[in-house]
């Protein structure tokens, strides 16, 4: 909301400071400039400090801002108060993004949708408010002049454009106030909670220490968050460049009344948020890998469809349509995917919030440069393709470098080899040992059974000798039963050899 209710006050805020709209573009650039700023020291101060504190540290300095801005009456003073917003919204999207993986951790999907979709939602709601806070003051107050006034900027000089607009401020001014005194009011009431979370000693900062010591860095840490940053500059870069350029190529190139063009704008950014929305309940079943997957093939397959069909107006109204909802969800599923792989750290979220930054700086400015050279192309349809291609080509190869092992899976996997080698070396010494006993044992059943032939051939021929039935051929025969009885004939156990030795001390 604090972004995008720039855009319906900005003749508000050029008035205010008694300037033209066309001289007071400098703040845009302050605030770009804020962003990038932001997004690096929030990196490195979420890091070393409390996440809850420094958010609500940072929104608490956007309030400040934008109560500030409808009082600013010097450019350079509103220009400021823009870098300010800017490097707390840098602050506000590292750090956010790295406090909802820290919170929910591997079910942060659904929960970091739901983060990017309340942007949405923002610039949505800000227009409205601005335009519900401007009210009818410059259609019911000053009708004619207003259009008076608008034909006379184009012709007479500085001063007296100044004096016209000095008129038009005490209109204007109370209604151009209360938009950002209502966005203000609400952005103190958010870091209010977060000062309260902080107060009650909630840290993420414990969370973040714990999910580095439980998580280890990927093998080609570095190359993911380089190839992730370029990554996240083509998506965004094209994101922009598509809501920013459409209008004035429908009616360009399209040549669409005022109101069919402003109607594809919409269609754009209202496939954009709903797409959003919708994505909340599919991360919950959905692997980041194969939202971000779907996301650029539907945007490489609708860019194709507008870079080379757009001349045909149902091409267009589609292919703007499935371009705007692939596109949705193409950062929140990149920060939750890279997440699984390796250890996001503020610096590193840093990098794709400056990234997703300098593509929304450069890639529009060099298609309104390039649309300039080349009149009859349509570059933006042009730069949408190019985009698309990129990355389509970067994810494959950030997705084989992240499921490439690291020293640590290399040393489990070498661990565990060495554990199957000793327990399978433990099997066949064991298996070695069992049948040298087993060949023991079986030498010992053939000594025993042998011993027994021997016997038996010695008590036959004392028998033999004694005449009759004697006592003693009578007494030796049960006697030689019960051996042989006991004594076992194949392999067995010790107790049969312990009932041998013990017969043969009884018979000697």
Known sequence: MSIAVLGPT????????????????????????????????????????NAHLLLALSMFGTTVGLYGIPWCKKSLLLTVLMSVIGASMGILDTGGNVLALNTWGAEAGPHMQALHFSF??????????????LGGSESKDLPVAEKTNQSVLRSVPTASAASATSALKHHLGADFLWSYVVIGTYLLLV????????????????KSKASLQKCMFAKYHYALIILLFVFFFCYVGAEVTYGSYIFTYAKVFAEMKENEAAALNSVFWGAFAACRGVAIFCAACLYPGTMILLS???????????????????????????????????????????????????????????????????????????????????????TALVTSAMTVMLFPVMYKLANSPGESDLKEMSESEDRKALLSNSGLNEDEEDEEDAGEWNEADFEVIEMNDTLRNSVIETSRKIPGDSPAKVSLQPHLDNVLRDSPVVAGGSPGRKNVNVDREKND
């Open 10 to 49: 900005f003749q508000n805020l050029a008035a205010n400071v008694h300037k033209n709209v066309s001289d007071i573009y400098y703040i845009f650039v302050g605030r770009s400039l804020g962003y990038l700023g932001g997004s690096v020291l929030g990196g490195v101060l979420f890091d070393s400090m």
């Open 120 to 133: 949405a939602v923002g610039a949505f709601v800000a227009p409205i408010l601005a335009k519900m806070a």
């Open 191 to 206: 870091s209010f909670f977060f000062f309260i979370l902080y107060s009650k000693g909630s840290s993420a900062r414990d």
């Open 296 to 382: 650029i093939i539907g945007s490489a397959a609708s860019s194709s469809c507008l870079a080379f069909f757009a001349r045909y107006p149902a091409s267009l109204w589609v292919g703007t349509a499935v371009y705007g909802a692939s596109m949705a969800t193409i950062f929140p599923s990149g920060i939750s995917w890279i997440e699984q792989y390796t250890v996001v750290q503020g610096k590193s979220a840093s990098l794709f919030v400056v990234g997703a930054a300098l593509g929304e700086m450069c890639i529009p400015a060099v298609v309104g440069y390039l649309q300039g050279k080349f009149h009859h192309l349509p570059v933006v349809m042009y």
